[in-house]
Structures are given as structure tokens and as C-alpha cells.
């Protein structure tokens, strides 16, 4: 389920304000690397009573529900309200990580529900540390995703407090993070086969430094 008024269809003019809608493409491609098809996709704008619908009718026919955007607290956020009015269960709301701070999580029963931020690339880092796993593991498999440790080819320094999860090359045993990091960027994606973890107390890495990498 897609949210945001925003929200544009490829290969149409883009008004004032709009942007290009990506993040079904980008899920549906993921899902189906693993031979899973979506039952259903929905757009809900920026509208309560839209989003409530669809949310209903995603839980009718799905084991697992994805939905994109109107996870903050802005006057457009009505993701959190649709759990409330669907009887799903909140989990946690909000992360410790960059990018996908905003995410949500809940259940209804036996089904999951995931409220992933609007920003293309916090979707899909979002989708490769949790909705993956949670894939895997319903499927019978181990629910974890290849990892390895690399060492870094350049220093990289952040501010202390937020793990996080940046798209990089890997190869022979070192990681490159990429350019592009930020979260409405797609392009980063293109190029990178892993997630590099930085860690929430690590401010100032020099080269060479090891760090976990999830291999996509």
C-alpha cells in the first residue's frame, strides 16, 4: 500500500510538489527475487478513510502487509491511525537507524504489518533488515540474510547515536560506502550489492576499520 498525494505515476508530467512513485516498483522487483508476487496493491494518497479501506481489504487477503509512507507525525500521516482502526497490534514505532527512523511495525494475529517511511531508499533498506527476514522465516528458512565482515577502503566519520546502514560495494574481503546516501536517492541502489552497518556509537572510522556488511 503506497500513500501520499504527492505521489506521481512514471512517465507522467510531474506538477508542483509531485514526485515520481517508486517504492511499488522497487518492493515488487525485491519480492520477487525471493518468487513472491504480491497479492494486492493499493494507493491511498493522503486520505484516512482510502488508506483504512485498503488496509482492511490488504488484511483480507495477505500474510504480510507492506505500506509506504505517512509514518511521521506530520498532518499527513495517517499510517499509525489505520492500525488503530484495523485492530493491528502497534509493535514499535520509530528506530534507531538512518535511514527508516520512522518505521512501524505491528500484528493482527498471525499477520505482520509493516508501516515503512515514504523515502525510496529507507524502503529498501527498511525491506532488506526487516521484511526480508520476516519472508524468510514464514518461509521455513533461516531468517537472516548473507552477512560478512569488510574493511572499509576510506575513513567515514557521523554523529553518535543512530546505526547506520549505507549503500557499498564489497569485494575481497573490503567495502566501499558509495555516494548518494541520502534517503529520497534511488541511484546508490544501482551500484550497490550491500549494506555496510555503522554502528551507533561509532563516530570517526579510519580505513581499514571492520564493519558488518549485508550482502543484497
Do not use: W
Not at 491511498?44 to 488484511?59: E, H, S, T
Amino acid at each position: 500500500l503506497v500513500t501520499g498525494n504527492e505521489l506521481c505515476s512514471p512517465g507522467s508530467p510531474l506538477g508542483y510538489g509531485q514526485v515520481y512513485e517508486a517504492n511499488s516498483f522497487a518492493l515488487k522487483a525485491a519480492l520477487a527475487e525471493v518468487g513472491i508476487k504480491p497479492a494486492f496493491t493499493g494507493m491511498a494518497g493522503d486520505d484516512p478513510k482510502v488508506l483504512q479501506a485498503l488496509l482492511g481489504k490488504a488484511l483480507q487477503l495477505s500474510d504480510i502487509v507492506l505500506m509506504t509512507g505517512g509514518v511521521s507525525v506530520g498532518d499527513y500521516d495517517f499510517t499509525t491511525a489505520a492500525f488503530d482502526q484495523c485492530g493491528v497490534n502497534k509493535i514499535f514505532h520509530k528506530i534507531k537507524q538512518k535511514p527508516g527512523k520512522p518505521m512501524l511495525f505491528g500484528i493482527k494475529g498471525n499477520q505482520l504489518v509493516f508501516g515503512l517511511p515514504g523515502n525510496p531508499a529507507s524502503v529498501l533498506t527498511c525491506y532488506y533488515q526487516y521484511v526480508l527476514p520476516a519472508v524468510r522465516l514464514l518461509s521455513g528458512n533461516n531468517g537472516q540474510i548473507p552477512a560478512t565482515t569488510a574493511a572499509l577502503t576510506h575513513p567515514f566519520a557521523k554523529p553518535e547515536g543512530l546505526t547506520y546502514f549505507l549503500k557499498a560495494f564489497y569485494q575481497n574481503g573490503r567495502v566501499t560506502l558509495l555516494t548518494g546516501q541520502e534517503s529520497y536517492k534511488l541511484n546508490s541502489f544501482a551500484q550497490a550489492n550491500c549494506l555496510a552497518e555503522i554502528k551507533a556509537a561509532d563516530t570517526a572510522l579510519p580505513a581499514g576499520t571492520p564493519v558488518n556488511v549485508f550482502l543484497l
